[in-house]
């Protein structure tokens, strides 16, 4: 191996391996990657398009991915599979500790500074996401049909993707559920002082289904040591 393409090879990130991971399936053209991130990878591991063209230029250098070209009749593609060096390294991969779990969701965020804001733009952003979630809902149980009738471009793992497919379902109805309760919650914002708004959040604090510690601690919690893993 050239110094150059060991140089590549170390500047690894999380969305080279999802991309060797998308390989070590079959063979794809940049443009079937980027189709299958929008299908499956984008729900976990959100990345633009460009950087899965930039990622692929990048592990073809590294000699972890190699191309062939192939003509659809007058057009000209090429198709990328992985290499045993590129096998290698996704297997050690897998040997790593994990990332911790994180999630990205801007509505969140708007959640958190609510009062800033109206009631009307805080409802019509979980609205929004409301609409997102039972749309998304609706694209799982076209996947879900899909296996079923024997369609999946991936059939032959389907053992896998049925666990995948299991994770995004529940999480979509979480996500619908709590903002059906939100929303309930906050149309009553208007009728309450903020010392009753208060009392009702510690309402909410009390019925959540969580554990509380056994001893009551004085100070501030702290997150647990494992968020802070580099990825």
Excluded: C
């Excluded at 050239?2 to 399936?25: G, H």
């Excluded at 911790?100 to 609205?127: H, K, N, S, W």
């Excluded at 996947?143 to 009738?149: G, I, N, W």
């Amino acid at each position: 191996m050239s110094r150059d393409t060991e140089n590549a090879a170390r500047r690894l990130t999380t969305t080279s391996y999802v991309l060797l991971a998308q390989l070590s399936l079959r063979p794809w053209s940049t443009y079937e990657l980027a189709r299958q991130r929008v299908r499956y990878f984008r729900y976990v591991w959100p990345r633009a398009e460009s950087a899965i063209y930039r990622e692929v230029k990048h592990l073809a250098a590294a000699g972890l991915i190699e191309g062939r070209q192939e003509h659809t009749g007058k057009r000209q593609r090429t198709v990328y599979s992985i290499t045993e060096q590129g096998l290698d390294t996704l297997r050690e991969w897998l040997g790593t500790p994990v990332s911790p779990f994180t999630m990205d969701f801007e509505a969140m965020i708007r959640l958190f500074i609510a009062p800033l804001g109206t009631t009307d733009q805080i409802v019509a952003t979980l609205e929004q996401v409301r609409t997102d979630a039972q749309e998304m809902l609706g694209f799982g149980g076209e996947v879900k049909q899909e296996f079923l009738d024997g369609r999946g471009a991936l059939q032959d793992q389907a053992y896998i993707r049925a666990l995948a497919v299991d994770f995004f379902i529940s999480l979509l109805n979480t996500v619908d559920s709590w903002v059906d309760r939100t929303l309930a919650e906050i149309h009553l914002w208007e009728s309450l002082s903020i010392d009753e708004r208060n009392e009702r959040g510690l309402e909410i604090f009390a019925g959540l289904p969580v554990a509380t510690p056994d001893e009551p601690a004085d100070g501030t919690p702290v997150a647990p040591v494992t968020q802070h893993r580099t990825r």
